[in-house]
């Protein structure tokens, strides 16, 4: 199932290659739509150029809004006990909030955007409401 969601880091990502895939996770949490004090956490995969892209520009805190594949795992923890998680396979990860570069102001999502052939990053800052649940 397809899904477009919007959340912010609640860890580091982590950077790996296999072979000749490369891939970055992280975890997001979302808001809830039914019960805003309870954010929904998932975690979130990416691959490719857009990995690296991830790993190097994003960081704990980070907004993001991901589009991708939703996928939910059942398994058994340790005690026992049922669980279950939710996966995404990305498609697509939009920065939403800007981090500062080190060089004339330029920020690392605006170079990131320009290695995407995208022009300029700052005309798609602040539409997170368009993808609002």
Same mark, same amino acid.
């Given at each position: 199932?397809?899904?477009?969601e919007?959340? $912010?880091l609640?860890?580091e990502p982590?950077y790996?290659?296999?072979?000749? !895939?490369?891939y970055?996770?992280?975890?997001?949490a979302?808001?809830?739509?039914?019960n805003?004090d309870?954010?929904?956490?998932?975690?979130v995969s990416v691959?490719?150029?857009?990995?690296?892209?991830?790993s190097?520009?994003?960081?704990?805190?980070?907004?993001?809004?991901?589009?991708g594949?939703?996928?939910? $795992?059942?398994? !058994?923890d340790?005690d026992?006990n049922?669980?279950?998680?939710?996966?995404i396979?990305a498609?697509?990860?939009q920065?939403?909030?800007r981090?500062k570069?080190?060089d004339?102001?330029?920020?690392n999502?605006?170079?990131a955007?320009?290695?995407?052939?995208?022009?300029?990053y700052q005309?798609?800052?602040?539409?997170?409401?368009?993808?609002?649940?």
């Amino acid at each position: 199932m397809k899904v477009k969601e919007i959340g $912010n880091l609640t860890t580091e990502p982590t950077y790996g290659e296999k072979g000749d !895939i490369k891939y970055c996770n992280f975890n997001l949490a979302i808001n809830n739509s039914f019960n805003r004090d309870k954010p929904e956490f998932v975690r979130v995969s990416v691959y490719g150029k857009q990995a690296e892209d991830c790993s190097q520009y994003l960081q704990l805190g980070s907004q993001v809004c991901v589009e991708g594949n939703i996928k939910a $795992n059942a398994f !058994i923890d340790k005690d026992g006990n049922a669980q279950a998680s939710l996966n995404i396979s990305a498609t697509q990860v939009q920065f939403l909030n800007r981090i500062k570069g080190k060089d004339k102001g330029t920020s690392n999502i605006d170079k990131a955007m320009e290695n995407h052939g995208a022009k300029s990053y700052q005309s798609k800052t602040n539409q997170g409401n368009q993808y609002s649940r």
